[in-house]
């Protein structure tokens, strides 16, 4: 059971570069969510989905973009990468219709902008 | 807006030296406390959920204890393992959907 995947692990990109960061969970969980996680900040929501079909900004989506493909993989997309958007990023998912409303997060994708 | 805030932010204790970490947080209808274990390069590794006031869990050398205001880690003859960031979240608000609000982190470093 591997719980939350997150690709890649590592990533430097160009000021101006595209990509996208991809999420994908095995808990059958209706909830996903993106944050990132800079020094002395703590973890900020970018966007999250509480559940297929839905997406909702958080408190820091400028810049970003995200689909909800479906119910296990959610992805996050920077069109055009700026030095800001240097951070360490993480996915998470909860299912609220259980008892145990935690979040179950991944190992993070380190993402250098240059 | 839900609000947490975690003191210290940094704590150095020497191994068996007993210590506890405060998160304060505001929140419209809280739904849930967390508390987390981050270590380097990792993610967050889920701890505990407290839902209501005077409710406390344990887990080995760790407990967590919950007020109207504010939650406390308590850490028992702490251990060099035991080093890591905690990371305490609430869920309020609109309901059980409504992502967790985090706090900036307690820094632990155990000594041996």
């Known amino acids: 059971n591997a719980g939350v995947t997150q690709t890649p692990k590592f990533q430097v990109l160009k000021t101006g570069q595209s990509m996208t960061l991809q999420c994908a969970q095995d808990?059958?969980?209706?909830?996903m969510y993106w944050y990132r996680q800079d020094p002395g900040m703590g973890l900020r929501l970018i966007y999250y989905?509480?559940?297929?079909?839905?997406?909702d900004k958080g408190e820091v989506p400028n810049g970003y973009n995200v689909s909800r493909l479906n119910k296990r993989e959610f992805s996050l997309r920077l069109e055009s990468a700026a030095p800001s958007q240097t951070s360490v990023y993480f996915c998470?998912?909860?299912?609220?219709?259980?008892?145990?409303?935690?979040?179950?997060f991944g190992q993070g994708t380190r993402l250098t902008v240059v | 807006e839900d609000q947490v805030t975690q003191s210290p932010e940094a704590l150095r204790l020497q191994e068996g030296e007993s210590s506890s970490l405060n998160c304060s947080y505001t929140?419209?209808?809280?739904?849930?406390l967390f508390w987390y274990r981050q270590d380097p390069g990792k993610g967050p590794e889920f701890l505990f959920t407290?839902?209501?006031a005077g409710e406390e869990k344990e887990k080995e050398r760790l407990k967590a204890t919950l007020t109207k205001k504010e939650s406390f880690l308590h850490i028992t003859a702490p251990k060099p393992e035991d080093s890591a960031t905690y990371l305490c979240?609430?869920?309020?608000?609109?309901?059980?959907?409504?992502?967790?609000?985090f706090g900036k982190g307690t820094r632990l470093s155990v000594i041996a």
């Open positions: 407290l839902y209501s």
């Open positions: 989905s509480a559940s297929e079909g839905t997406t």
């Open positions: 929140v419209s209808g809280l739904r849930g």
């Open positions: 979240a609430v869920r309020g608000t609109s309901g059980r959907n409504t992502p967790l609000v």
């Open positions: 998470a998912s909860s299912d609220p219709s259980r008892v145990n409303t935690e979040a179950f």
């Open positions: 808990m059958n969980h209706n909830s």
